[in-house]
């Protein structure tokens, strides 16, 4: 019986672990060992799998497989936290002032204010100075809070350049009233991500209490933020739904649409921040805006932006290809995913070749008779028929 349960295990792994890749492209000949980079052309993304788990890459005349490391072009941000105390709180006409001195060592470029009040609205104004004698204006912004049930919206960071002055002096227009619980410094650093513009064509429809938004892409591609344009001079707080199409049923009754969801939460005439959601790959999206009892939002335009994809291996010289487009793979699981930080910053890059044809991008299958789905359930009917005999027989004999 064990011997059945072995000859199953196999037969299954069998049938997952010789892929058939439909899509091949080859990788410009290496000449030296190394560590070696290739990016992703755009018109990939319609032939591989949503989640990126079918890529592989394979020396010539060999099928094993040369590990990589997937990497997608967003930001990098890293925040480190400053202790910097506040000084010479005080009120004069309609405005609330405090003063921080600056640790030259550390520079600060963010602020998050806190408030005993849980409403308000106000402007806060920085300025930098040497002597608090002279100050220059650095920056100025919008500090919102607002706890109405059901709604509740915060924005209390305040964003600056980074300075050499020795004092920093904020100043809230509007703020007679509020009392400051604590303000909390940080150094913001981003590494701007790559990312390209992706063609689209935007429809709109309104049902009920919502506004519904469809983007349809030309073709494929990997998602990962959307910018929302509304028409100027609106003022508008409304609660957001992303969702991807991720397939369709069609029956009797029509069509039956399957969209899962990239990002839920709030929009609003505050501010004007790009979305931003794990990336994913989609062909269409919907944005679903709740407008309550409000008139729906006037959107003129949403652009969607793509990261730039990249593997990263470490190649011996020879010739290369990579294989993608199957459905019978998981995703890889590689030791370099624990060795990021043995890889360089800058590595060179290796050029893919166009897209060869299908009947060329096959890894052939040790055991063809398995490409025949009837004897692959055939096979497995016998073997599960073989084990019921030998447990009612086992039964029997106890």
Request: net charge neutral; aromatic share 12%.
């Amino acid at each position: 019986m064990n011997r059945m349960i072995k000859l199953l295990l196999l037969l299954t792994l069998s049938t997952t672990c010789f892929a058939q890749f439909t899509y091949e492209r080859k990788i410009s000949d290496v000449t030296h060992p190394g560590w070696y980079q290739l990016t992703l052309p755009g018109a990939m993304f319609s032939k591989i799998r949503p989640d990126l788990a079918d890529i592989r890459i394979y020396a010539s005349n060999d099928t094993t497989e040369i590990p990589y490391l997937l990497k997608i072009a967003e930001d990098e941000v890293t925040q480190t936290s400053i202790a910097l105390e506040p000084f010479n709180q005080s009120r004069k006409d309609n405005a609330f002032y405090f003063t921080v001195k600056l640790n030259r060592t550390e520079p600060v470029n963010t602020a998050t204010l806190e408030f005993e009040q849980e409403n308000y609205d106000s402007e806060i104004v920085v300025e930098g100075s040497n002597n608090q004698q002279e100050w220059f204006k650095l920056h100025s912004s919008r500090i919102i809070s607002i706890s109405n049930p059901p709604v509740s919206y915060r924005y209390n960071h305040v964003h600056f350049p980074n300075t050499e002055f020795t004092f920093l002096r904020f100043t809230i227009v509007k703020g007679t009233t509020l009392k400051l619980n604590s303000v909390k410094f940080y150094q913001i650093k981003t590494i701007r991500g790559i990312f390209t513009e992706a063609a689209n064509t935007l429809r709109s429809n309104t049902i009920g209490k919502r506004s519904e938004f469809y983007l349809t892409f030309n073709q494929p591609v990997l998602l990962s933020r959307l910018s929302i344009e509304p028409a100027p001079a609106q003022q508008f707080y409304r609660s957001i739904q992303i969702d991807w199409l991720a397939d369709s049923i069609t029956s009797e009754k029509g069509v039956h649409y399957n969209y899962q969801t990239l990002y839920t939460g709030v929009i609003s005439s505050f501010q004007q921040d790009t979305i931003q959601f794990t990336p994913q790959v989609v062909h269409k999206v919907r944005i679903t805006i709740y407008n309550q009892d409000n008139p729906p939002i006037q959107v003129t335009k949403v652009t969607g932006w793509t990261p730039q994809v990249t593997l990263v291996t470490r190649l011996q010289p020879g010739a290369y290809s990579l294989k993608y487009g199957t459905a019978n793979v998981f995703h890889p699981n590689y030791d370099i995913d624990h060795f990021i930080k043995d890889i360089p910053d800058t590595v060179p890059e290796l050029q893919l070749s166009s897209e060869l044809k299908s009947q060329q991008n096959t890894v052939d299958e040790p055991n063809p008779w398995f490409k025949n789905k009837i004897w692959m359930w055939a096979a497995i009917g016998i073997i599960v028929a073989i084990l019921g005999f030998f447990t009612m027989r086992m039964m029997r004999e106890q």
